[in-house]
């Protein structure tokens, strides 16, 4: 028999009622207990979605309120000494210290939070922890004991998820002075036994111990350490050894031979894994195929799950489970309510819950014979069929499109040094110049506006005016507080990506499939289904608005071609190479329309460029060449003194700081200021050409960050980088922030920048 699982299952809710439950918190409107009631209820409904699906177990430890890796942070005693917690300080008010760098009540003083970073090659952000020599490991938290008896009360039988040991330690950073965070397993694994000592008196009879770090190139020692590691946690429940988002390679031996009595595979990224591990693994294991893409939406095809799960069941007797490739944290809750999605490609797609329908489906198919689900598998299989031969996936003239793309479309028309003096002489810019990386508050009011909009409750010339405020009243803040370059706002923008992809064909909209970030932020990523162009201009009008209402340069905000591609569900029917060409010559026509309308400056973000590496650095080569090569085809084709900026948010830059300077934008804004300009140490063994606005205040944090402590910031940044070549920014945009949070920091900011040109009046330029 096979049975069917889950490694985990989207938080927030069918309505995003974690989000709202959490900001009403953070917001001081509500009380701890009014946010654990909804945690509960979110738990106990989405339990009894597992099990209404015919599940074998309910997958417990996946549910969070801020971030699964932050949990774990408490659960194993290792909050950061820095933040210097009193032993009364209440266990949520510690944890969104951490997460936040404030308390929504309490006494806490506010603290710098936790660095950021992307969770492996995803768009969900994971809070990083801290390690140092001194780090001790201890039981911590009851939460998960306390959730895992919840599901018990309420009849379900248990599978826990936790992350694994020496993934936990490598998603951690040295803080302080240099030492092998690996010396602190020893102090590590006895926490571990205790926390499966503990679940096995609880009934608990399987535990899910996450290590994707096993689909990494590992150094040495991390490999050797797995299986004494694994030894040590022999006598509990029955461990699950899960693996995801990359093939085992080198690690597949490992994996099959560590002391645990299941593995999981990523059979999705890894097909070509599935035979090895079938039959390396020995045949008293349990065998967890990930069959169901977790990661993106699209229905599977029914006969190659079958085909796959059949051949194994006719070979050596087995069992075997059948689930998602990852935890469904990555895709959005349910398909169901979206009625005003295209019928056609909604046909197509599976959120979690019908991925739940998916198992069950197939595993009752091979359990029963195909004629106890003979209706639903028909329909599985009629719409795969649909999707694959849909028209209107492929249009007939794309191919002789891309084809006419030549190298020299990605290339400047001259070398850096010649276009920054161009640009400096159009621009007039001061040193140390000011900027914002481009949106703004998305308040209330311009939610309302846009939701009345898209009703139908409010006409389109009213609600052009009423954008055109919003624009007016960002300029005029702008330059009441003296920056040097203005921005327009981002008013009319529910999402950086998706606003273009609304306006781009091949893209298709939900209206209500929100997937989690982080913390309380939630995405809804455009559904990349056909080849990409653009019909018309899709940011002239806003943009040259903003431009006629003042005399400092304004800056044209895009999105750029690898964060569109990488922020979207995207299509599984072709390269993402192909499909990332294809969205980078809709955006160079902007780009080209932008610039003939005059505006002297154009921002391509691509906040998401890192995240795209494969997970094995041996294949990182193959990607950067044609992500930066599809950002150039977008952003070069504009005459020297056209200044291009680019944008990357929270992600380790370091090891490809020499692919982001072949990207040759004039300016590169980028997240330093939660990883305290970590990245700066890039710049002690490579030379960046280009100018560089190292971000001085964290946006994502409520904490207002001071004058003196930006200085400090860019100060550091200038003992690597000369300072004329130097912008001051925040390191994100500010459309997650308050007004009320943003004024008085960009005052600081602008402050900060006033104060480093005075000094630099009275120090001699450093050398370049």
Same mark, same amino acid.
């Not at 936040?100 to 768009?123: I, Q, V, Y």
């Not at 006969?303 to 469904?328: F, I, M, N, Y």
């Not at 995405?523 to 943009?543: A, N, Q």
């Given at each position: ?22 900001? *009403? ?52 005693? #290792? ?21 936040? $760098? ?25 809070? /990083? ?6 780090? #001790? ?59 499966? *000592?503990?679940?096995? !008196?609880? $009934? ?26 694994? *030894? ?64 993106? +939406?699209?229905? #599977? ?67 029963? $014979? ?11 299989? *009629? ?62 009011? +311009? ?19 009423? +954008? ?53 932020? #939630?995405?809804?990523?455009? %559904? ?37 591609? @990488? ?28 610039? $003939?309308?005059?505006?002297?400056? %154009? ?26 090569? !599809? ?6 084709? /504009?005459?020297?003194?056209?200044? %291009? ?24 804004? %980028? ?13 002690? @063994?490579?030379?960046?050409? @280009? ?37 001051? @920014? ?36 450093? !050398?370049?």
């Amino acid at each position: 028999m096979i049975a069917t699982h889950i490694l985990g299952f989207p938080r927030m809710g069918a309505q995003r009622e974690l989000k709202f439950a959490l900001e *009403a918190y953070w917001r001081g409107e509500t009380q701890p207990s009014d946010l654990e009631r909804v945690g509960r209820e979110l738990r106990a409904r989405h339990w009894a979605l597992q099990r209404e699906a015919g599940l074998d177990w309910v997958t417990v430890g996946d549910f969070a309120f801020y971030d699964h890796v932050a949990n774990h942070i408490q659960l194993l005693g #290792c909050e950061p000494a820095r933040f210097a917690f009193r032993p009364e300080t209440e266990e949520l008010d510690r944890y969104f210290t951490l997460a936040r $760098g404030r308390a929504a009540r309490g006494t806490e003083p506010g603290a710098a939070a936790l660095e950021m970073t992307k969770w492996f090659d995803t768009n969900y952000h994971y809070l /990083v922890p801290e390690w140092t020599p001194d780090t #001790c490991f201890q039981l911590g938290s009851q939460r998960l004991f306390e959730e895992v008896a919840e599901a018990q009360a309420l009849g379900h039988p248990v599978k826990v998820a936790l992350l694994g040991p020496l993934t936990f330690l490598w998603l951690g950073k040295v803080r302080g002075p240099h030492f092998h965070r690996l010396s602190l397993l020893e102090r590590l694994l006895p926490v571990y036994g205790q926390i499966l *000592a503990r679940l096995k !008196a609880m $009934g608990v009879t399987w535990v899910q111990l996450d290590e994707p770090i096993l689909g990494l190139e590992l150094p040495p020692e991390w490999r050797q350490a797995f299986e004494p590691a694994y *030894a040590r946690l022999t006598g509990g429940p029955q461990l699950l050894l899960a693996t995801y988002f990359s093939p085992l390679q080198d690690q597949l031996n490992l994996a099959c031979r560590l002391p645990v009595q299941g593995l999981h595979i990523d059979a999705v990224r890894a097909p070509e894994e599935v035979a090895t591990v079938a039959d390396w693994l020995p045949a008293h294991k349990v065998l967890s195929l990930g069959l169901i893409d977790g990661r993106n +939406i699209w229905r #599977c095809n029914p006969d190659g799950v079958l085909e796959t799960l059949g051949r194994l069941q006719a070979g050596p007797r087995r069992s075997l489970w059948l689930a998602p490739s990852c935890s469904l944290l990555h895709v959005p809750l349910d398909v169901t309510p979206e009625t005003a999605l295209d019928g056609e490609v909604k046909s197509w797609l599976a959120f979690a819950q019908q991925k739940l329908e998916e198992l069950s489906l197939l595993a009752t198919a091979m359990n029963q $014979g195909e004629g106890a689900v003979a209706p639903g598998l028909a329909a599985a299989r *009629a719409a795969w069929a649909s999707r694959q031969a849909s028209s209107r996936v492929h249009q007939p003239w794309m191919g002789e499109t891309l084809a006419r793309i030549t190298p020299a479309m990605g290339e400047r028309q001259s070398p850096y040094p010649q276009r920054a003096a161009l640009q400096a002489s159009r621009l007039a810019l001061p040193l140390f110049p000011t900027t914002t990386i481009g949106s703004f508050p998305q308040t209330k009011e +311009i939610r309302h506006l846009r939701r009345e909009f898209r009703a139908g409750h409010l006409g389109e010339s009213a609600y052009r005016e009423g +954008i055109r405020q919003e624009i007016a009243y960002t300029v005029r803040t702008q330059e009441a507080l003296g920056l040097d370059v203005l921005v327009h706002g981002e008013g009319e923008r529910n999402d950086m990506v998706e606003y273009f992809g609304e306006q781009l064909e091949g893209f298709a909209f939900s209206g209500n499939g929100w997937v989690q970030s982080y913390g309380s932020r #939630c995405v809804k990523p455009p %559904i990349l289904f056909g080849d990409v162009y653009r019909p018309r201009p899709m940011t002239v009008e806003w943009i040259t608005y903003a431009a006629s209402l003042t005399e400092k340069p304004m800056k044209g905000m895009l999105t750029g071609p690898v964060t569109i591609l @990488n922020w979207s569900f995207v299509r599984d029917d072709q390269p993402r190479a192909v499909t990332c060409r294809q969205i980078a010559l809709a955006i160079r026509e902007e780009v080209q329309d932008l610039e $003939g309308a005059g505006i002297p400056i %154009i921002q391509i973000d691509e906040a998401a460029l890192r995240e795209g590496l494969p997970l094995r650095r041996s294949a990182w080569q193959g990607y950067l060449d044609w992500a930066v090569d !599809a950002y150039r085809l977008a952003a070069n084709g /504009v005459e020297d003194r056209t200044q %291009i900026h680019t944008h990357m948010c929270y992600s380790e830059f370091n090891d490809i700081i020499a692919a982001i300077a072949r990207m040759d934008a004039d300016v590169i804004t %980028i997240e330093t200021s939660r990883s305290h300009m970590e990245l700066l140490e890039a710049f002690e @063994n490579f030379r960046y050409p @280009n100018a560089i606005g190292p971000g001085v205040y964290d946006i994502h944090s409520p904490r207002i960050p001071t004058r003196e402590a930006m200085e400090d910031l860019i100060n550091r940044a200038a003992q690597r980088i000369p300072r004329e070549r130097l912008w001051v @920014n925040p390191d994100c945009g500010l459309k997650t922030r308050q007004w009320q949070e943003v004024l008085p920091a960009l005052v600081n900011m602008v402050a900060a920048a006033r104060e480093l040109r005075e000094q630099a009046n009275t120090c001699p330029p450093q !050398a370049s």
